[in-house]
């Protein structure tokens, strides 16, 4: 008999190996019934995790974090076995806006410290004509999406806080957001920068991995009591999403694979396909712009957690004011990334002997990020606030 499940997803592309598992028959090959329950919004994924209606999820990885430091919400204590996507994020602006940048850039508009300055010079002309602060949506407190747009822009001289208005909406609902002009730019994962450009409501101005050049985004979220509880089940499950990647892996399976997500999605399979070669149209002329780094969803060195990610995300945490700065904390973070349990379930043995940190996450304007000194690293951003930030939040 069947083990049954229900998993929580966004409708998004780093789900794909987590859907190829399901629907391309891994999982139940390990002797899983999964049921995939789509879910609009990061708080829903997280709070039906957390109480229990969900055994597992795809989650953003900064709150995998946050629930289990107990910030922003309940301690309830996530362990992340698997990791789903790196990277895969990206910054689209509506026309209006790209046009007022690229007639205030003093460069080339694709490099982001060029395009902060010129953000910086339309936020200050906004101000001194005394219009309202620019709408910038982003889909949770704790996400990558919410970390880039704020390191960019901060690299530009722009306050987060006080100069525009970060406002939480979920995934789905960001195109229509900017389309009907209650936002004028977003961040966030595939397939929703595609589709605001294919529809003509707005041009992508970055790829998340130009600003940093590798992030978790997304990983495989379960209770840690849930893990511990149910040991055989929980390697099950982590067997039969490596042998997805490795599937998905495969360029021979690319159709197959984007068919799948496709479906779950209720995208063209084309613009699956976009989006996992990186190869993306990012204006309405049809400008395209191509990065192998711009998501990568598969493979031994994107699915094995990495203390080092959970160290970011806490630094980032950190220095915006959503987590206090300590040595305990940061420890518990980067203990929530489980390394030992991937390699445990998948056989890689004396993996777990090798330092659990990975490479650098490359961000475009600091030195090398290390981890074991996050005080310096908080130490060179003058604009390190202590409090805070403002949010509108729509759930």
Not at 296 to 324: E, F, I, K, L, T
Request: hydrophobic share 45%; charged share 20%; with cysteine.
């Amino acid at each position: 008999m069947n083990e049954k499940l229900r998993i929580g997803f966004i409708p998004l592309v780093d789900a794909t190996v987590l859907l190829t598992a399901v629907d391309g028959g891994f999982a139940a090959a390990e002797g899983l019934d999964i049921e995939l329950i789509r879910e609009v919004s990061w708080s829903n994924v997280r709070d039906k995790l957390n109480i229990g209606l969900f055994d597992a999820a795809h989650l953003l990885s900064p709150v995998a974090i946050a629930s289990s430091l107990g910030i922003g919400h309940v301690r309830v204590p996530l362990v992340v076995p698997f990791n789903l996507g790196i990277n895969g994020n990206a910054i689209t602006v509506s026309p209006w806006l790209f046009s007022a940048l690229s007639d205030a850039t003093d460069g080339d508009l694709t490099d982001p410290k060029t395009s902060a300055r010129a953000l910086s010079r339309v936020v200050s002309e906004r101000k001194s004509r005394g219009l309202e602060p620019l709408n910038f949506g982003m889909t949770f407190p704790f996400s990558h999406h919410n970390y880039q747009l704020r390191y960019w822009m901060s690299a530009g001289g722009v306050d987060p806080d006080e100069d525009v208005r970060l406002v939480v909406l979920p995934p789905p609902y960001m195109v229509e957001s900017l389309a009907s002009k209650q936002v004028d730019l977003f961040c966030v994962g595939a397939p929703w920068n595609s589709v605001a450009v294919d529809l003509g409501v707005g041009n992508i101005l970055h790829f998340g991995c130009e600003i940093m050049a590798r992030v978790s985004e997304k990983v495989l979220a379960l209770r840690l009591q849930w893990a511990e509880e149910n040991p055989d089940i929980f390697v099950r499950l982590v067997r039969a999403l490596a042998f997805a990647s490795k599937f998905v892996n495969n360029t021979d399976n690319r159709a197959t694979v984007a068919h799948i997500v496709a479906q779950r999605l209720g995208v063209n399979p084309e613009l699956v396909v976009r989006t996992l070669t990186g190869n993306l149209k990012t204006a309405t002329d049809g400008a395209v712009r191509k990065s192998d780094r711009y998501i990568v969803v598969s493979g031994h060195d994107a699915n094995r957690p990495d203390a080092n990610q959970a160290a970011w995300a806490y630094a980032q945490m950190v220095r915006w004011g959503q987590a206090q700065l300590s040595a305990e904390l940061q420890a518990s973070a980067e203990s929530v990334f489980r390394a030992d349990l991937y390699d445990s379930a998948l056989g890689f043995a004396g993996e777990s002997a090798r330092d659990s940190r990975g490479g650098n996450i490359g961000a475009f304007f600091d030195a090398a990020f290390d981890p074991d000194d996050i005080a310096g690293y908080l130490a060179s951003w003058r604009s390190n606030r202590a409090r805070s930030p403002r949010l509108s939040i729509v759930r």
